[in-house]
Nanobody
Framework: QVQLVESGGGSVQAGGSLRLSCQAF????????MAWFRQAPGKEREGVAS???????GYADSVKGRFTISRDNTKATLYLQMNSLKPEDTNIYYC??????????????????WGRGTQVTISS
């Protein structure tokens, strides 16, 4: 069983930066995939960025060059550095984990474990 707790959300002006964190608790294997998703009320969930145990990353086109996903295995923590934020980045951001490696976003959303989300609000 894996539990995920997101933090770091908040409200910033357009052009600003935020760093989201996802603390993972529980049993982890040597192989895994982790990702950030976002979803606004009434809209479909969107894969933002992913990283797996092999270091492979994936990004949605809408965030390439602005967002960076990283992980600290010693702290069992996933990060999302978000720069040059835009009002359209306003969403609830969710952390996801799966024991299988190679789940890359966009494209894969079948992660087995999910956090409860953290709100990110960007004002113009």
């Amino acid at each position: 069983q894996v539990q995920l707790v997101e933090s770091g959300g908040g409200s910033v002006q357009a052009g600003g930066s935020l760093r989201l964190s996802c603390q993972a608790f529980g049993y982890f294997g040597s192989t895994y995939s982790m990702a950030w998703f976002r979803q606004a009320p009434g809209k479909e969930r969107e894969g933002v960025a992913s990283i797996d145990s092999g270091g492979r990353t994936g990004y949605a086109d809408s965030v390439k060059g602005r967002f960076t996903i990283s992980r600290d295995n010693t702290k069992a923590t996933l990060y999302l550095q978000m720069n040059s934020l835009k009002p359209e980045d306003t969403n609830i951001y969710y952390c996801a984990y799966d024991h299988r490696p190679g789940l890359v976003v966009p494209g894969r959303s079948d992660f087995g474990y999910w956090g409860r989300g953290t709100q990110v609000t960007i004002s113009s």
